[in-house]
Each structure stands twice: as structure tokens, then as C-alpha cells.
């Protein structure tokens, strides 16, 4: 069986991906700085086929013998998202681009290496989003991956997966992305504001994104050299679509639109993910789904915001 080096892998994404694939057989090495003082892998240490590496990607040195000695490699270390990049641009360029410069220039042509990307770097579009659809980032954190996927892709080998807005529980759990944040609060105000209420985006849940990643191992030599929109083709959802969807399992939910206020995150698009869906692949995992267990799951977090659980 293959094994795969996942930077960041004590993440949201990648302690869900880890999980993932160690139970598909695969072996497994993390590399991770553990950032937010995250302890989500505790559980997988029991697998023999499970390493862990404490260290930082900008260790050139480090980084160098780990990827030689892998067959398919996962960055996933990243300063993610718009607050956390505009904090500090010179550690998300160094994190978000300079490490995917590091690695394809040592990747050799029997190494495989999958890079996930946003469909944030979309920004705002009336026309529906395909691969072929022109970059429009309107942050520092869209402008560094989408600086990294073009470098990877220049070099012919490689592939990009641009994920729609990711939901759902890990166990290196996020309360700050959308669905996740919309869904505490819907539960502990019981109210939503809604600023530039009409403003769509697309969704995908955090396990589906790592069947993906398999997926894209499986599938290597056909998709090599591409790009992926991935996400779910039923849930181009506006903000207020996506309430309504949370209130049908929250019903004392209320939903107030706001019109004198902006949202700072300016994304606006419907996005299709037909070049993947054509492939065979498909999701297994819809919305409603993911409402339902956040819901269960935050019975565990209880009604108190944690640091631990943001990339804020």
C-alpha cells in the first residue's frame, strides 16, 4: 500500500483525511507544527501504520526527506481562511505558497501530489462557475493557494481540488466555517443575522472531501495535470437558503436579514462540478445530513465559544 505525507494533518481536513486513509490500509505520515494545540490525532496512535512528525513545513531540510520518501503527498498545512491570512501575510505566503514551491521542486515524476485549493478564489461571478472560469481572489488567502495551484499545475504533475465551503464534524473541530457557525448559533441564540442575505456559495462535507483525496490516489493517472471543482451540485445555496435548510431541523429558529450592513467575505457564485461528477464520482454525504450532526455533536461542545475550535 501507498504511503502518504500529509502536512497539516491535525487540521479540520486533515484529521478527518488521516483517519481516512488509515483505515483504507494506507500508511500514513502527518507533519505538523500543531498550531492551535490541537490533540485530535490522539486515538490514531494505536494504528501501526501511523507516524507522526512534530515539526514545520518551513523546515526545508525536514521537508525535503520526508517528501522523498513518500509516494503521494497532501499538503495540507495552511494559514486558512480571510481573518487568519490578513493577521499574517508573510506566514500565509510562506505557508500557502512557499511550501508548494518547496515540494514540486522536489517531487520527482513517480511521486503523486494533491493539492487542495478553495473555490474561493472564484470571488463573485452571475455566470455558473467551471474549472475553465477565470480567478477572481479577493483575499490574501485566495491569492497564495491560487498562486500555489498555478505553480503546481505549470509543472505537470499534480492535481487541484477546489473545495466548495467544507462542513461537518472532525475531530479537530471548526465552529468558524459557515455551515458549522450558522448551525451553533441557530442552537445557542436562536437567531441568525444575515448580512447580504442573496450572496450563494457551494458545500461539501469534510468526510466527503477525503473520499475525494482516495479518490484522486486512485485515480491519479487520468486526472494528473487537472483541476476539480468539488462540491455538493445540490447545495449552490445563497445564505438565507442555507438558513431556511437549518431552521426546517431548527423550527424556533429565527432569521433576521439585515440590508444597512456588508459581509466582509464578498463570494458570490454558483459553482459546477460536472468535470468530477463525470468521472464517477459522486458524494455520499448531503446537508441535511451534516445539520443533523452538528447538532448531536455540539451537545459535546456545549454553549460556550472555544479558541480551540477556530482557525480565528
Known sequence: ?????????????????????????????????????????????????????????????????????????????????????????QLATEINYDQIANIVGILRKDQKLILPNTNSQYGSSESIITEESPFKPLS???????????????????????????FGVSSRMRMDLLVNDFVYKSLNDGYLVLFESHFKRNYIHVQDVAMTFEFMIKNYEKCNGNAYNVGLSNANLSKLELSNKIKSHIPNLVIKEDNFKEDLDKRNYIVSNEKLESLGWHPNLDLDYGIQQLISSYKILGNYINKNFTNL
Do not use: W
Not at 503546481?152 to 467544507?166: D, E, H, W
Open 140 to 166: 490574501i488567502y485566495a491569492r497564495t493557494k491560487c498562486d500555489a495551484e498555478r505553480l503546481l499545475l505549470k509543472s505537470k504533475n499534480g492535481i487541484a481540488l477546489r473545495l466548495a465551503t467544507v
Open 1 to 89: 500500500m501507498e504511503k502518504v505525507l500529509i502536512t497539516g494533518g491535525s487540521g479540520y481536513l486533515g484529521s478527518v483525511l488521516t483517519e481516512y486513509l488509515l483505515d483504507k490500509g494506507y500508511h500514513v505520515t502527518v507533519l505538523d507544527n500543531l498550531l492551535y494545540k490541537q490533540v485530535s490525532l490522539l486515538h490514531l496512535f494505536k494504528k501501526e501504520n501511523f507516524k507522526f512528525i512534530h515539526g514545520d513545513v518551513r523546515d526545508e531540510k525536514l521537508l525535503k526527506e520526508l517528501v522523498e520518501t513518500h509516494n503521494v503527498i497532501i499538503p495540507l498545512a495552511a494559514i486558512v481562511g480571510m481573518p487568519a491570512c490578513k493577521n499574517n501575510p
